[in-house]
């Protein structure tokens, strides 16, 4: 399978801004306590691909998290990039075991909220999908908004969730980002055999993938993590919920998460702590740059979508120290062998 990515970034951003009013994918609101209505109007549309599979929406409304394995959440805090990383909740359904946290019902297990942990996704000025002008667009941490191209594709950090999309998907049998985006903006980004239509420079990846397919109980410990204490949560729910997270409210999931025993429910507390300290202590380029967007987008639009008014780029993240990208003429060329 062949997928055509030059220029898209479907999977790396929150392109839902972009749509018309009568394309835009439904977001349920956010109540507390049960809304089974909600849900169902949101699995009926089609649209929001993380509410399938009997799952409640998430608490927040980051669109195409990626969830990371607890040795990538390891990683990431080794470097010094604790800053980068963010957890996601969901809230439970009629048959979860569940919690309730500031007012919202919680999945869970045996009592404890259940949680992945993520790629933080600031403001950037992008033009996914070849468009001529500019919008802020929630925008994974790591994508250039110049080229549209990942700064860790080539690193070791790459996360694992990354390289195998969209085959996971297809593997699973569910929808991807490429088929979202061919039927909201028209051209061919996905290409299963050799037949069928393609443009531009492909990425080729395994069509069949199941190493990497955390699924069920394999998947506690190492990609889904559980919070011993509901009790401390109180307050930090909400703001995740408004998405307004401290680095206090981040740290207490991912240092969890980084402790974690596979396959358990239990996690090491000095562990625990030495992940939290590398969370609240970390200063990297790209935490930086977080913020450094956010201010960027709040001087200059006031809403995702908006047109971004001034010559706005990425190249202050390269000069603060983020991993250049090769661009697209770069690939083009080694795939041309030249």
């Known amino acids: ?139 994974c941490v790591f994508l250039d908004p110049d080229t549209l191209q990942c700064r860790l594709h080539e690193d070791s950090r790459y996360p694992d969730e990354c390289a195998a999309y969209p085959a996971h998907n297809v593997a699973l049998e569910q929808e991807t980002e490429c088929e979202r985006v061919e039927r909201a903006v028209g051209g061919t980004r996905i290409r299963r055999d050799e037949t069928a239509a393609g443009r531009g420079i492909t990425v080729t990846v395994d069509a069949d993938p199941t190493d990497g397919l955390l699924l069920g109980r394999q998947a506690i410990g190492q990609k889904l993590f559980v919070h011993p204490n509901p009790e401390a949560l109180e307050g930090r729910i909400d703001r995740l919920v408004a998405g307004e997270a401290t680095d206090e409210d981040r740290a207490t999931f991912v240092a969890i998460a980084a402790a974690s025993a596979p396959g358990t429910l239990s996690h090491s507390e000095p562990h625990a702590e030495r992940a939290r300290t590398q969370v609240l202590e970390a200063d990297s380029w790209a935490g930086r740059a977080i913020r450094e967007w956010e201010r960027l987008e709040a001087a200059d639009g006031d809403a995702p979508g908006t047109a971004v008014s001034s010559a706005i780029d990425g190249s202050f993240e390269v000069a603060d120290g983020a991993p250049p990208t090769p661009g697209w003429d770069a690939l083009e060329n080694e795939e041309a062998g030249g």
Do not use: S
């Not at 220029?7 to 609101?29: F, K, N, S, V, Y």
């Not at 209505?37 to 509410?51: F, I, K, P, S």
């Open 1 to 139: 399978m062949e997928v055509y990515c030059q220029g898209c970034a479907g999977c790396c951003i929150d392109w839902r801004p972009l749509l018309e009013d009568d394309q835009r994918p439904t977001q349920p609101t956010r109540t507390k306590g049960h809304d089974e209505t909600a849900v169902d109007e949101a699995d009926e549309n089609g649209h929001e691909h993380e509410r399938r599979l009997r799952r409640r929406p998430a608490i927040d409304d980051v669109y195409n998290l990626v969830p990371l394995t607890r040795d990538e959440i390891r990683a990431f805090l080794e470097t010094g990039l604790g800053d980068v990383l963010i957890p996601r909740l969901w809230e439970a359904d009629a048959v979860d075991d569940a919690v309730t946290v500031d007012g919202y019902d919680l999945a869970a297990i045996e009592g404890r909220p259940t949680f992945f942990v993520g790629l933080r996704k600031p403001p950037k000025p992008v033009a996914p999908f070849g468009r001529t002008t500019r919008a802020w667009l929630p925008t």
